[in-house]
């Protein structure tokens, strides 16, 4: 008789192979450069078979980094609140805490600025432009926005400003824990500019938005500040 569970065992172990890939790459990418690091480096590190490696990536390193900007530049942890400028500002400082203690994450952001992005494993800026455009179309229609403010090339310099923040911490401190203090104020001199004044007293800059946001959605915590 065959054994029920051995299937789900057989489909965890490929989980948990795949994730292990991604997870030695991003670390391998920062360390040693997406150029420098080879299909064999990435099979030694991970402890696995070029069978597995293969399986699960059949286009080689492209594969592998396409897989990291998918699995890792995401919306997770953005929760709605009642002003849609909180939500710019939430989305931000989430990727912020993210990205100064995840090494995929990290590998995701210098792989998205490769000059062959495009071409060899895609880039995510136009869909992150996209995304901003909408939020910041958004608070627009609610009256959040000044009158002057292009949400399209407002979302333009928004990713921008984020991306150049965090390179520049990360190229002159040498490291990213400077990074949610850094994006927290850049985020709180931005909508000094764009936001109608009235509403920068209720929009939530503080360093730790992100983590307390990210936490909560890990462990599948209701946002207590979510309207109902």
């Known amino acids: 008789m065959s054994n029920p569970r051995r299937p789900r065992r057989q489909q965890q172990r490929a989980i948990n192979t795949r994730q292990r890939i991604l997870d030695t790459a991003g670390a391998l990418f920062v360390s040693d450069s997406y150029e420098g690091t080879s299909v064999s480096d990435l099979i030694t590190a991970a402890r696995t078979s070029k069978g597995a490696f293969y399986r699960h990536f059949p286009g080689?390193?492209?594969?592998?980094?396409?897989a990291i900007m998918e699995d890792t530049l995401t919306m997770d942890g953005l929760r709605e609140q009642r002003l849609m400028l909180q939500e710019v500002v939430d989305i931000g400082m989430i990727?912020?805490?993210?990205?100064?203690?995840?090494?995929?994450l990290q590998a995701a952001l210098m792989?998205?600025?490769?000059?062959?992005?495009?071409?060899?494993?895609?880039?995510?800026?136009?869909?992150?432009i996209a995304f901003n455009t909408g939020q910041l179309t958004q608070a627009r229609q609610r009256g959040e926005l000044r009158s002057f403010v292009d949400p399209e090339e407002q979302a333009y310099q928004l990713a921008g400003d984020?991306?150049?923040v965090v390179l520049i911490s990360q190229t002159v401190d040498r490291h990213l824990g400077n990074v949610e203090t850094r994006v927290s104020r850049m985020y709180r001199n931005l909508l000094t500019a764009i936001a109608v004044p009235e509403l920068l007293p209720e929009i939530d800059f503080s360093v730790r938005r992100g983590e307390h946001l990210y936490t909560a959605y890990l462990e599948g915590?209701?946002?207590?500040?979510?309207?109902e």
């Open 60 to 66: 080689g390193k492209a594969d592998v980094a396409s």
């Open 111 to 128: 792989l998205s600025f490769h000059s062959n992005a495009p071409e060899t494993y895609g880039t995510p800026w136009p869909d992150w």
């Open 162 to 164: 984020w991306a150049g």
């Open 221 to 227: 915590a209701p946002d207590p500040e979510a309207p």
């Open 95 to 104: 990727l912020a805490h993210r990205i100064s203690r995840e090494k995929a």
